[in-house]
């Protein structure tokens, strides 16, 4: 049996459980670039994201209720991979946070256009009579 190669932590072989592979610095350059800090390990670490979590309540609560809950669920992943010492993976929940809410947002404006398109044409046809 061979030890693993490159994971994130270098004890997780003799601590009895599986380790992940590492994910490099090359998956999110430019938030490194803007936050690199040493760590005890070596590796550059970088500061904790914003988890978008008032954005992702209110893109379930006024936008599309489905998709906000989607972001609801990557903010709460945020801080808990970050408790977790999974840094890069809490950059990629943080981000697909705000992505969610984002398209929530775009989803309950274009359903609330169509809805006005029809309650236009609904009141035109109306006054026809």
Do not use: C
Not at 16 to 29: D, L
Not at 54 to 65: C, D, E, M, R, T
């Amino acid at each position: 049996m061979s030890t693993p190669q490159n994971f994130s932590d270098p004890r997780a072989h003799t601590l009895g459980y599986p380790a992940e592979p590492y994910q490099s610095a090359a998956v999110f350059p430019e938030y490194l670039a803007n936050n690199p800090q040493p760590s005890m390990y070596g590796q550059a670490s970088v500061a904790k994201p914003k988890d978008y979590m008032l954005l992702s309540v209110l893109s379930a609560i006024f936008g599309f209720p489905f998709l906000g809950l989607v972001s609801v669920y990557f903010s709460v992943k945020v801080d808990k991979l970050w408790q977790m010492g999974r840094q890069y993976d809490s950059v990629r929940a943080s981000r697909q946070s705000l992505t969610w809410a984002i398209i929530s947002l775009v989803f309950a404006l274009i359903g609330w256009l169509i809805f006005g398109l029809f309650i236009m044409a609904f009141i035109e046809s109306l006054s026809k009579y």
